[in-house]
T-cell receptor, first 111, second 115 residues
Framework: GEDVEQSLFLSVREGDSSVINCTYT??????LYWYKQEPGAGLQLLTY?????DMKQDQRLTVLLNKKDKHLSLRIADTQTGDSAIYFC???????????FGQGTTLQVKP | GAGVSQSPSNKVTEKGKDVELRCDPI?????LYWYRQSLGQGLEFLIY????????KSGLPSDRFSAERTGGSVSTLTIQRTQQEDSAVYLC?????????????FGSGTQLSVL
C-alpha cells in the first residue's frame, strides 16, 4: 500500500541549511508535495514537484527527487527561526487530489 | 470565504457521546477532504468529496465515523459513541478540483479530546 516515511526531528542553527528527507512507496504518484504546519495552524503548501522532474528551486527552498529510490528531500537555505515548524511530505494517490502524508518532521531552529 | 473554516476549534466530550465537526470550504471549491492528525501519527486520510460524485470513504477507521456534504459546500464529520482513541486534531481541506496538481487549502482544525 501507499506509505510515506520521514524522520521525526531535525535541529539546526540559524543561518545553516536544513535538509528534510522523505521516502515514499507509490511509484505512480504524479506529484510530491511539501507542506508546512506552524503551531496551532493548519497545513500550508510550501512547494510541489512533478514526478518527471529531478529538482525544483523556489527562493530558499530546493526540492530534490530521486524517482528510482523514491526519495524526496527539501533543503531550506539560510534557515531562520521563523522556519521552525512541522514539515510534511505527501504523495498524490491515484488520479485524485487525495494525498498520503508522512508523519511530519519537526524542524527546530536555534538562534 | 477567505479560507477554510472549521468549528468548533476545540471540543471536549465524554466517552460514548456523539460529536459533530463542521467544515466550511473555500467558496467555489468542489473537492473537500477530512484528515485526522494524531500525536506522532502524521496525517491520516479519512474521506473526500468531489462535486456530486460518491465520496471516497476508504479512510474512515470504523462505522462510528460518517461524513456528509450538503449542497456541495459545508461538510459535517460525525463520530458516534466516541472513544478515547478518537482524540486527535481533525483537519478539513478543500481544493478547486480533485486533479492531482491541485493545491489543498487546510483549515486550522478541530482539537477533539475524549475523556
Amino acid at each position: 500500500g501507499e506509505d510515506v516515511e520521514q524522520s521525526l526531528f531535525l535541529s539546526v542553527r540559524e543561518g545553516d541549511s536544513s535538509v528534510i528527507n522523505c521516502t515514499y512507496t507509490d511509484s505512480s504518484s504524479t506529484y510530491l508535495y511539501w507542506y508546512k504546519q506552524e503551531p496551532g495552524a493548519g497545513l500550508q503548501l510550501l512547494t510541489y514537484i512533478f514526478s518527471n522532474m529531478d529538482m525544483k528551486q523556489d527562493q530558499r527552498l530546493t526540492v530534490l527527487l530521486n524517482k528510482k529510490d523514491k526519495h524526496l528531500s527539501l533543503r531550506i537555505a539560510d534557515t531562520q527561526t521563523g522556519d521552525s515548524a512541522i514539515y510534511f511530505c505527501a504523495e498524490s494517490s491515484g488520479n485524485t487530489g487525495k494525498l498520503i502524508f508522512g508523519q511530519g518532521t519537526t524542524l527546530q531552529v536555534k538562534p | 470565504g477567505a479560507g477554510v473554516s472549521q468549528s468548533p476549534s476545540n471540543k471536549v466530550t465524554e466517552k460514548g457521546k456523539d460529536v459533530e465537526l463542521r467544515c466550511d470550504p473555500i467558496s467555489g471549491h468542489t473537492a473537500l477532504y477530512w484528515y485526522r492528525q494524531s500525536l506522532g501519527q502524521g496525517l491520516e486520510f479519512l474521506i473526500y468529496f468531489q462535486g456530486n460524485s460518491a465520496p471516497d470513504k476508504s479512510g474512515l477507521p470504523s462505522d462510528r465515523f460518517s461524513a456528509e456534504r450538503t449542497g456541495g459546500s459545508v461538510s459535517t464529520l460525525t463520530i458516534q459513541r466516541t472513544q478515547q482513541e478518537d482524540s486527535a486534531v481533525y483537519l478539513c481541506a478543500s481544493s478547486r478540483t480533485v486533479a492531482t496538481n491541485e493545491k489543498l487549502f487546510f483549515g486550522s482544525g478541530t482539537q477533539l479530546s475524549v475523556l
